[in-house]
């Protein structure tokens, strides 16, 4: 049973929201006492335990809201199956100096080239510095959109994507909007400029981006906007899921001969 001073020391604990000095406190007290430490030595462990765990649990808490589609990492990201992706300039974007500016990011390339996986590996690293960010795919925030201007509640939606530091916009091309699909998302992008950054992928080049938002103004307009402080990577090459699933058809090949030599 504790002593009366210890449970009124949990209960202010519980009431300050500590629940880490809760938990580890009275293990760290028994520590200090074995090894003779100081008051301030025993308090500032207590704390930076507290500290670090409310950090671990901020940065968990910004990715489960960034809702990316699997928490893909650049470590995971191998350079030199996409050469023609800067590793430098990615590792530039994972610092986030560009969303602090402001400017936007722009991933050009064909299916399976990596796009969606740099994507979340930058937004996730930009979770870590302590930014917001939202993953969305371009069809599913046009049909947010649209819902949200049915339902009388745009404002509320456009509010909640202002908040964010970084809005990445993945596969826009794949589908094409209706005029007022376009124009809504127009309205998100032109909101953005020069306030709040926007990581786009597209498997279309820039000429192409007409046939997604009808219309050459609306087009040019706003890729006047997204390009004018914008890092532009272009994934050139093959599809890496293409490739991996070769080498592995190739493998097994492989195999399948060695067995088949082996019983001649
Ligand atoms: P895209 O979005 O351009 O269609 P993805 O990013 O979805 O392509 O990539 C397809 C698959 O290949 C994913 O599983 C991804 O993790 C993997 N991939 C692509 N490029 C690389 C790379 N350079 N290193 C490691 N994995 C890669
Ligand atoms: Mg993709």
């Known amino acids: 049973m504790s002593d ?3 449970m009124l020391l949990q209960a202010n604990l519980r009431q300050l929201k500590l629940p880490t000095m809760l938990a580890e406190h009275d293990k760290l007290a028994r520590e200090a006492a074995e090894h003779d430490e100081s008051y301030h030595a025993y308090l500032l ?3 930076e335990l507290e500290v670090a765990t ?3 649990n901020a940065i968990a808490a910004r990715i489960r809201a960034a809702a990316f589609p699997v928490t893909k990492e650049l470590d995971t990201f191998d350079f030199t199956a996409t050469p023609s992706v800067p590793k430098q300039t990615v590792l530039e974007l994972a610092r986030g100096g560009w969303v602090d500016r402001h400017s936007n990011c722009c991933l050009i390339g064909a299916s399976g080239t990596g796009k969606t996986h740099l994507a979340s590996g930058i937004g996730v690293s930009l979770c870590r510095l302590g930014k917001r960010v939202r993953f969305v795919t371009a069809a599913g925030l046009v049909t947010e959109l649209e819902e949200a201007h049915q339902q009388h509640r745009l404002d ?3 509010t909640a994507l202002d908040r ?11 589908l094409s909007f209706s005029r007022s699909g376009a124009e809504l998302l127009f309205q998100v992008f032109a909101d953005r400029y020069e306030r709040r950054s926007l990581l786009v992928t597209s498997n279309l080049p820039f ?3 007409g046939t997604v938002f009808q219309g050459e103004r609306m ?3 706003l890729l006047d906007r997204l390009t004018h402080q914008c890092d532009i990577l272009e994934l050139t090459g093959e599809s890496y899921r293409f490739r991996e699933s070769m080498q592995a058809k190739q493998a097994k090949t492989d195999r399948t001969t060695k067995t ?5």
């Open 4 to 6: 009366p001073n210890t």
């Open 260 to 264: 088949t030599k082996a019983k001649k």
């Open 207 to 209: 000429g192409e981006w």
């Open 45 to 47: 462990k207590l704390t």
């Open 219 to 221: 087009t040019a307009a």
């Open 156 to 158: 509320r939606t456009l």
């Open 164 to 174: 964010l530091d970084l809005l990445i916009v993945d596969e826009l091309g794949y």
């Open 54 to 56: 409310r950090t671990t």
